[in-house]
């Protein structure tokens, strides 16, 4: 049986821990929350302070930066980015490749296609089919 957890170098040099979430095997460093029904797939990367909530499931290659928030039942699809305290509602969708930016809010339920970018501070609501609706 291999170790349950993995080491990763940061930009400044800082040695972070990240364990291997039971669910799926995806990394979550030491400081997130992430809920034990959560679905982490094997490659998403899960960054200190972030929070994950029950049903959620993280695409691999996604990237959840410190802070964010995934809400219960929300999706985020593979390679997509999550930016540093950014918040995802509940039962939303992000699409593959699809950047949110730092401090950006989707509302519950919204989906935002793939290959979209959702500027830092934003916020977006969007009608069932994905088309963004006038704030």
């Known amino acids: 049986m291999g170790k349950n957890y993995v080491d990763i170098e940061n930009d400044q040099g800082a040695t972070l821990r990240y364990r291997k979430h039971a669910n799926g095997r995806g ?8 809920h034990p029904k ?5 490659g ?10 029950a049903g959620a499931t993280v695409a691999r290659g996604a990237w959840i930066e410190p ?7 929300a999706h985020v699809d593979a390679h997509a980015h999550i930016g540093q305290g950014a918040a995802v509602g ?4 992000i699409g593959v ?6 401090g950006a809010r989707i ?4 989906r935002i296609g ?22």
Not at 44 to 53: D, F, K, N, V
Not at 97 to 102: I, S
Not at 107 to 110: D, H, I, K, P, T
Not at 123 to 128: E, G, L, N, R, S
Request: no cysteine; hydrophobic share 45%.
């Open 44 to 53: 998403a990367y899960i960054e200190p302070g972030a929070r994950i909530g």
């Open 67 to 73: 802070d964010a928030v995934i809400g219960e039942g």
């Open 107 to 110: 509302v519950r339920g919204a």
């Open 97 to 102: 490749r699809t950047e949110v930016g730092a």
């Open 114 to 135: 793939d290959d979209e970018t959702v500027a830092a501070g934003l916020t977006v609501a969007t009608d069932p089919k994905g088309l963004w609706l006038a704030a």
């Open 27 to 34: 990394l979550v460093a030491h400081g997130a929350k992430v």
């Open 38 to 42: 959560a679905h982490i797939e094997a």
């Open 90 to 93: 509940d039962g939303a969708h």
